[in-house]
Nanobody
Framework: QVQLVESGGGLVQAGGSLRLSCAAS????????MNWYRQAPGQQRELVAG???????NYANSVKGRFTISRDNAKNTVYLEMHSLKPEDTGVYYC?????????WGPGTQVTVSS
């Protein structure tokens, strides 16, 4: 049974930084492309960043230059380093495989950026 557990969220002022982690279990993590998504209140879940099994990354235009996705296959963990946070980055952040699987969604971690 695959489990993805996100952590590292919190309340931060605009301009601040956070580092999110997503710990995976029950899967051959190193072979999976992984994505970070977020869902703001009243909005649909959106793709934030992705990383392939070989380490190639991609980002939504809204976070380019501010967010960095990385992975540690030895720890079965994918990270999202977030800097220069803005109030519009507020939301629940989730990780999932690429393509995402409905049964892989974890509880997410709340990020709140105050102005």
């Amino acid at each position: 049974q695959v489990q993805l557990v996100e952590s590292g969220g919190g309340l931060v002022q605009a301009g601040g930084s956070l580092r999110l982690s997503c710990a995976a279990s029950g899967m051959s993590f190193r072979w999976y492309a992984m994505n970070w998504y977020r869902q703001a209140p009243g909005q649909q879940r959106e793709l934030v960043a992705g990383i392939t099994s070989s380490g190639t990354t991609n980002y939504a235009n809204s976070v380019k230059g501010r967010f960095t996705i990385s992975r540690d296959n030895a720890k079965n963990t994918v990270y999202l380093e977030m800097h220069s946070l803005k109030p519009e980055d507020t939301g629940v952040y989730y990780c999932n495989s690429n393509p995402p699987r409905a049964d892989y969604w974890g509880p997410g971690t709340q990020v709140t950026v105050s102005s």
